[in-house]
């Protein structure tokens, strides 16, 4: 069965940071992309960031370059996105998803499109306030 667990949310003020963990099983980890999605009241599904760990290439959405980065435990089966100076604006529901199995990934922002993902966790409330 598979299973993407998150973990790390919470409430802060902005200019914050905060740690968002993915747990993965059920499938070979290094054959899918992991992406990080976030959604806020009444806001469509955004795409915010993925990782393909087969070969480390990661992508960022414009809003979080610089500010978030994404990255994997290979061992651990674990997706982990350090987001670094937070704003009002970065409050959501951050959920994680796995696409796959995939061989060859092209980052762009097509690879965060949400239909491309099959599996999806039940999501971790991120509060910033100002």
């Known amino acids: 069965e598979v299973q993407l667990v998150e973990s790390g949310g919470g409430v802060l003020q902005a200019g914050g940071s905060l740690r968002l963990s993915c747990a993965a099983s059920?499938?070979?980890?290094?054959?899918?992309?992991i992406g990080w999605f976030r959604q806020a009241p009444g806001k469509e599904r955004e795409g915010v960031s993925c990782?393909?760990?087969?070969?480390?290439?990661?992508y960022y959405a414009d809003s979080v370059k610089g500010r978030f980065n994404i990255f994997s435990d290979n061992a651990k089966n674990t997706v982990y996105l350090q987001m670094n100076s937070l704003k009002p604006e970065d409050t959501a529901v951050y959920y994680c998803a796995a696409s796959g199995p995939v061989t060859i990934v092209t980052m762009g922002p097509e690879i965060v499109n949400p239909r491309e993902y099959d599996y999806w966790g039940q999501g971790a409330q991120v509060t910033v306030s100002s």
């Open positions: 990782i393909f760990s087969s070969d480390g290439s990661t």
């Open positions: 059920g499938f070979t980890f290094d054959d899918y992309v």
